[in-house]
């Protein structure tokens, strides 16, 4: 069992920063691919970034690609995700998610049924 619990959420103006962090529990955390998703009114869950349970490989979804970068430190249990010149459209609560996985697929790691749990999400409000 894992519990996940996001924070750094806020509302910034267009072209501002926030970083968002997930802490993990559970001694397994390193076992574990992390993923980013996020989900506007109205509009379906979508795909952001993700990063293998080593940290080696990420993937990006193209809307954010060069703005956000995942990262993670399994010394301290916690993924993160740098979001760098915001845009209105990125408003939406983000959640992670964790899976079981040990291996990389780009193709697995942006679905959202694949993984194994998720945290509760936080709020991220991007005024123009």
């Known amino acids: 069992q894992v519990q996940l619990v996001e924070s750094g959420g806020g509302l910034v103006q267009a072209g501002g920063s926030l970083r968002l962090s997930c802490a993990a529990s559970g001694r397994t955390f390193s076992s574990y691919a992390m993923g980013w998703f996020r989900q506007a009114p109205g509009k379906e869950r979508e795909f952001v970034a993700a990063i293998t349970w080593n940290g080696v490989i990420t993937y990006c979804a193209d809307s954010v690609k060069g703005r956000f970068t995942i990262s993670r430190d399994n010394a301290r249990n916690t993924v993160y995700l740098q979001m760098n010149r915001l845009k209105p459209e990125d408003t939406a609560v983000y959640s992670c998610?964790?899976?079981?996985?040990?291996?990389?697929?780009?193709?697995?790691?942006?679905?959202?049924?694949?993984?194994?749990?998720w945290g509760q999400g936080t709020q991220v409000t991007v005024s123009s």
């Open positions: 998610a964790a899976k079981s996985f040990l291996g990389w697929s780009e193709m697995l790691l942006r679905a959202a049924r694949e993984y194994d749990y």
